[in-house]
């Protein structure tokens, strides 16, 4: 519920046969629902189950919102808008749900031959359909008016929307599997950029947000408290890869161990065998160590470029 009074229910979609790895978000507008995030193809039936429970037919859905475009969160978004719903995605991810080719590469580097079994059907959205949003625009859809605020770091083209006085942050602020004190690191190559999104907790931060919805997994209201924690996380995971690197590490090695400090570190936070399935399953651990070190690998090289410039 916001200050307003407005009606939000979070959606399990029961990714992967676990509970609280990916979630959607029901808004009810004056004039109707709204979705927030899709989920995969693969989760359809259990989206269409969790709309069925509140009463929510697939045709009153007509605007959906989407934080970014990977599969976890947009993947069906194609099959709403082929069923005629408006789907809002930041500007730079639009011509990738109108032609997912890209995506779906990018994606089947990651998932390999996983990536049916995960993501299911990632269907093309009719352009026409797809309404490409930027930075500081507002949403008008089903008589609620929703912000849209750039939050790069994760990825490029991520947005998190301002609904009245509460967010839905994508993975803005990390995995969090309910209101478990450890929070992991989604970091996937290409796009993972340390600075750009210590940038964007700061904005969040000064959003005074009285609550923050994650896709992964849940409502938090102790916003700055998870904000604050998340970026102490990041920098240490950031930099335990960076030393890591630094040692020369292969990437078998630093995956490995990487993997090991994470498991234990969310062991001492008191997560438990299977909470700690469900964070893997939301953020594979190889993807993140190969997404920071991709970072630092870059950083490192555009630093030593300037260093020789200035030197010349
Ligand atoms: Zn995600």
Redesign the pocket.
Known sequence: MTASGMRIETLDLEFGGLAEVIAAFLVFGQEGPVLVETGPGSTLPHLLDRLAEHGVEPEEIRHVLVTHI?L??AGAAGWWAQRGAHVYVHEVGAPHLIDPTKLLASAGRIYGDRMDSLWGETLPAPAERVVAVEDGAVIEAAGLRIGAISTPGHAWHHHVFRLDDVAFV??AAGIRIGDRTWIDI?APPPEFDLEAWKESLSRLRRESFSTIYR??FGPTTAVNEQLDRFERLLDEGAAEVREMLEEGLDRASMSDRFADLMRRRAEALGVDAGAFRAYEL?NPRTMSVDGIARYWRKRTAKVGEESRSEGS
Request: aromatic letters at 0%.
């Open positions: 990977h976890d969160h994508g993975d989604p896709t992964h939301a």
